[in-house]
């Protein structure tokens, strides 16, 4: 890190030990966070106001999700196809499949300032390559293929405070892209926004602040990077395990109400312990857990589906 920059730490709030944990998003209306465990077919919501933490098996798994504009849903990113999960009953309708026939599943992915859900795909081959898309599920449940490079991980996929503005990556290229983003659905302009210079680490999940500042969590380097809308890095948060892989600005973590949490001011971040062998996990036993930084910014109320189920 450059002198001069921001620097944070963060610490552990839920040691869960998810395979794969990521997604992390917080809901506004209720003051609950939630993040999935994608390897563990399994989506968690923790509760500040009780403390505690709940959690469903999904059928297939669960890379990515969304809040809806009906609290009792979320709208469901599994491995092979979209679905609204119903929170009261547990209960899926699928909506639908993504890219039958290809050996990838659904990854990242985020509502647009519109209310539409915007994501990606990875290869699940090897060697990876780039054969994944990007794509958008509109408010009356049409799918389609977004005008952008196919990923062989999709990741960062974010959009500025105004929604003009759409982040997103390609993992292995060390990069994370922007473009234009019309109100329309329509997309110009794709460019290199900025390019990883550590050493270590590859761009994963993102959040947005209220000043259009990018946060990303930078799998297997131990860090979570604040970018400034200009693509210059400002801030650094320190994260104790050494693979962050998703962020989102929420309320405070314990302590106060459910309810009426304006300072979104606490940074959650999901983690991963996949890949680490036994002699890693030794030394970096919390891996898989969520872990919290207050770096004195604030975040923006995540956008939530508008489509409804049928």
Not at 134 to 157: G, K, T, V
Request: with cysteine.
């Amino acid at each position: 890190m450059s002198a001069g920059l921001r620097a944070h730490s963060a610490a552990l709030l839920l040691d869960t030990k998810c395979t794969l944990g990521e997604g992390a998003t917080w809901c506004a209306e209720t003051g609950r966070f939630y993040w999935t465990d994608i390897e563990g077919a399994r989506l968690w919501r923790y509760d500040p106001s009780e403390g505690g933490s709940t959690s469903w098996r999904m059928p297939e798994r669960l890379a990515t999700f969304a809040l809806c504009a009906n609290p009792r849903y979320l709208l469901l990113g599994l491995a092979t196809h979209l679905a609204f999960f119903d929170l009261a009953t547990g209960e899926t309708q699928r909506i639908a499949d993504v890219e039958p026939g290809l050996n990838t599943r659904v990854n990242d992915g985020r509502c647009d300032r519109q209310g539409r859900f915007v994501f990606g795909t990875k290869d699940e081959g090897s060697p990876l390559q780039a054969v994944g898309g990007f794509y958008r599920l509109n408010h009356d449940l049409s799918l389609e293929r977004l005008p952008l490079p196919a990923p062989a991980i999709s990741n960062s996929i974010a959009f500025s405070p105004d929604g003009a503005t759409m982040y997103y990556c390609d993992s292995p290229t060390r990069e994370i892209r922007v473009c234009d983003y019309r109100a329309d659905g329509s997309i110009a302009n794709d460019r290199v926004f900025t390019t990883l210079t550590d050493a270590t680490g590859e761009p994963d999940g993102s959040t947005i602040d209220r000043d259009g500042g990018l946060w990303n969590a930078q799998w297997g380097g131990r860090r979570v990077v604040r970018y400034g809308p200009d693509g210059v890095e400002t801030e650094r948060v320190d994260v104790p395990t050494a693979q962050p892989s998703c962020v989102a600005f929420g309320g405070p973590p314990s302590g106060l109400p459910a309810q009426g949490f304006v300072e979104l001011d606490t940074l959650y971040i999901t983690s991963a312990r996949i890949d680490l062998d036994a002699s890693a996990l030794a030394s970096d036993s919390h891996a898989g857990g969520v872990f919290i930084a207050t770096p004195g910014r604030q975040g923006l109320p995540e956008p939530v589906f508008q489509g409804a189920p049928a």
